[in-house]
Nanobody, 125 residues
Framework: QVQLAESGGGLVQAGGSLRLSCAAS????????MGWFRQAPGKEREFVAT????????FYADSVKGRFTISRDNPKNTVYLQMNSLKPEDTAVYYC??????????????????WGRGTQVTVSS
């Protein structure tokens, strides 16, 4: 059983930056592909970014490409999401996700084995 704990959310003005962290415990972190998803009020949870177990393959949603960067530190059991040039439409609860695989990544909510509880990101205009 893997536990995921997000941190780093908050309130920021448009154009600003935030870095989210997700600390994992209870499993072998390097056995998991990791991802970030987000859910805005009244909307479905959507994919944001993912990284494979070793950190050398990364994929992004079109809406965040060029602004967000996902990375991981396996010795620290942590995955990060650096968010730059934030927009009001980035406002959502951001969730960390883990998928037990070394073959692929995590692109869909149906791929996820474990979820964190989420951290709120609010971008003011």
């Amino acid at each position: 059983q893997v536990q995921l704990a997000e941190s780093g959310g908050g309130l920021v003005q448009a154009g600003g930056s935030l870095r989210l962290s997700c600390a994992a415990s209870g499993g072998t972190f390097s056995s998991y592909a990791m991802g970030w998803f987000r859910q805005a009020p009244g909307k479905e949870r959507e994919f944001v970014a993912t990284v494979n177990w070793s950190g050398d393959r990364r994929f992004y949603a079109d809406s965040v490409k060029g602004r967000f960067t996902i990375s991981r530190d396996n010795p620290k059991n942590t995955v990060y999401l650096q968010m730059n040039s934030l927009k009001p439409e980035d406002t959502a609860v951001y969730y960390c996700a883990a998928r037990l695989t070394r073959v692929t990544v995590v692109l869909s909510v149906t791929d996820v084995n474990y979820w964190g509880r989420g951290t709120q990101v609010t971008v003011s205009s």
